[in-house]
């Protein structure tokens, strides 16, 4: 772990529930681990509820906010477990909140743990990851996004393939490069569907992130090549926060594996583009980079694994959250239908939509916001040398002036607004050519992921003014 320290002399942000809290936080600075709705600080063992940190020179003993020491070894991590695993992660959080403030320590995983849910606090934290914290994640998550990574890499490596990350999805190409490849690969996702037909719409929108991330990233690929991969980052995903045990029937051993798959289907893309040279290397971001950077194979191997995560994963469940949230609410889903017909309108049914067409669509963009704060995952954690800081996220009506959906700083998500713009996009075309009804009542879970346990089961209807001669033709 790199060498970072905080600074006796830092100025602690006024607003603090408690500043006692920061004062008594170990002077060697910490890695923060956010593994949960909440953002905790950890020790590496477990130990005496008030004694939690040791130089290495000299034993210092630090006072813990207050909280409970739990059952030996498992803490509080049953509770924890069965909190994120059900329908409301913050449950956990919520109890020991009213029972000992904003600030409380607990025992998770056989560490102990400073749990924040003060705000001000939280931003404070995450607005100096880089500096006073540095941010990490579970071993099974390093494993299978890569070393090289843009989400797990620190300091000068991860500025500079953030910036490389940015550079290749900032407006300019959203608007000349992906605006029409993301309305091509809708239209050949979304217009297949008939009428009467049963769907489960979480599969179908992990296919839609999965095929639009990997024709942006690598270029165009067939069906078959699209599925392929779907079912392989299905595997992948589930063992991001998995036990870390390398045997068969484990779900480690199978994303590590899938992830195998994907790094040689990468590879062999980025044969291919070498040996075509420039005039077809512009084809997809990797065509750009390998173009105009110079990284290794093994970095770009990483790079890419990652977009195409982060990208897929967290774009299909908000597409899946926001169908799903619509159906529960009428009036919603007749004012986003409202909106996007009138867009359909504007262009008497056929053609694409235009940049303009975008940037109009001001309720979609409400929708949207609202519905990153309502199921983005869990962010990274930040660990301590010694304690983990965990940030809970606060209640939708006290969001707007700390939570950010594609977090800040340094970790801010350089494919922010293309997530903004495919999300748009799928919206627009979902509820402009079908009206469903839910067949099967489901719920949420958030453990290893956000997801719905019955994948959303629903009926499309075709409706009856957009027929496949007035939609935009992907031709």
């Known amino acids: 772990m790199s060498e970072i320290r905080r600074r006796p002399d830092i100025n602690v942000p006024g607003g603090f529930t408690d500043d006692r809290v920061v004062k008594n936080l170990p002077t060697d600075l910490c890695r923060v681990d956010l593994a949960g709705d909440f953002c905790c600080l950890s020790s590496s063992s477990c130990r005496p509820c008030y004694s939690f940190a040791e130089k290495k020179k000299e034993k210092t003993r630090y006072r813990l906010p207050p909280g409970r020491?739990?059952?030996?070894?498992?803490?509080?991590?049953?509770?924890?477990?069965?909190?994120?695993?059900?329908?409301?992660?913050?449950?956990?959080?919520?109890?020991?909140?009213?029972?000992?403030?904003?600030?409380?320590s607990c025992s998770?995983?056989?560490?102990?743990?400073?749990?924040?849910?003060d705000p001000t606090f939280n931003r404070f934290i995450m607005q100096n990851e880089g500096k006073l914290f540095q941010s990490s994640y579970p071993k099974s998550f390093r494993d299978l996004v890569g070393k090289n990574g843009v989400i797990t890499v620190q300091g000068e490596q991860q500025r500079k393939l953030h910036g490389i990350a940015s550079n290749m999805m900032r407006l300019e190409k959203l608007k000349f490069h992906f605006l029409d490849d993301i309305q091509?690969?809708?239209?050949?996702?979304?217009?297949?569907?008939?009428?009467?037909?049963?769907?489960?719409?979480?599969?179908?929108?992990?296919?839609?992130?999965?095929?639009?991330?990997?024709?942006?990233?690598?270029?165009?690929?067939?069906e078959t090549e699209i599925k392929e991969m779907a079912h392989l980052f299905s595997d992948f995903v589930d063992g991001c926060l998995s036990l870390p045990v390398n045997l068969p029937g484990f779900a480690y051993h199978t994303a590590m594996k899938a992830r195998e798959r994907i790094i040689r289907k990468?590879?062999?893309?980025?044969?291919?583009?070498?040996?075509?040279?420039?005039?077809?290397?512009?084809?997809?971001?990797?065509?750009?980079?390998?173009?105009?950077?110079?990284?290794?194979?093994?970095?770009?191997?990483?790079?890419?694994?990652?977009?195409?995560?982060a990208g897929s994963e967290t774009t299909a469940k908000t597409m899946l959250f926001a169908v799903y949230f619509l159906t529960q609410c009428p009036v919603?889903?007749?004012?986003?239908?409202?909106?996007?017909?009138?867009?359909?309108?504007?262009?008497?049914?056929?053609?694409?939509?235009?940049?303009?067409?975008?940037?109009?669509?001001?309720?979609?963009?409400?929708?949207?916001?609202?519905?990153?704060?309502?199921?983005?995952?869990?962010?990274?954690?930040?660990?301590?040398?010694?304690?983990?800081?965990?940030?809970?996220k606060r209640e939708i009506g006290e969001v707007a002036r700390f939570y950010c959906p594609f977090g800040g700083g340094a970790r801010f998500c350089p494919g922010a607004e293309l997530s903004r713009l495919q999300i748009?996009?799928?919206?627009?075309?979902?509820?402009?050519?079908?009206?469903?009804?839910q067949l099967k009542e489901d719920r949420m879970s958030f453990?290893?992921?956000?997801?719905?346990?019955?994948?959303?089961q629903i009926r499309l209807t075709k409706r009856r003014h957009v027929t496949d001669s007035t939609l935009p033709s992907p031709n």
């Open 266 to 309: 990468i590879n062999k893309t980025i044969e291919k583009r070498r040996r075509e040279g420039s005039s077809e290397g512009g084809n997809g971001v990797l065509g750009r980079l390998l173009e105009e950077e110079n990284l290794p194979d093994n970095e770009v191997a990483d790079f890419i694994i990652n977009l195409l995560f």
């Open 332 to 392: 919603a889903m007749q004012q986003l239908q409202d909106e996007q017909d009138s867009l359909r309108g504007d262009c008497n049914g056929v053609g694409m939509l235009a940049w303009q067409d975008y940037k109009a669509m001001s309720f979609t963009m409400c929708l949207f916001t609202w519905m990153k704060i309502c199921t983005r995952k869990p962010p990274p954690s930040i660990h301590g040398d010694g304690w983990t800081l965990q940030i809970k």
């Open 69 to 104: 020491r739990g059952w030996p070894l498992i803490g509080d991590s049953f509770s924890w477990y069965n909190a994120v695993a059900g329908s409301h992660p913050p449950q956990f959080v919520q109890q020991q909140v009213n029972r000992f403030g904003k600030i409380f």
């Open 108 to 117: 998770l995983f056989g560490k102990w743990a400073v749990v924040s849910a």
């Open 424 to 437: 748009s996009l799928f919206l627009h075309y979902f509820v402009t050519t079908y009206t469903w009804s």
């Open 184 to 222: 091509l690969v809708m239209l050949q996702t979304l217009n297949k569907f008939d009428s009467n037909q049963v769907i489960l719409l979480q599969d179908v929108c992990r296919m839609v992130a999965i095929n639009l991330m990997v024709n942006q990233l690598l270029g165009a690929s067939t």
């Open 447 to 456: 453990f290893p992921s956000a997801r719905l346990v019955n994948g959303f």
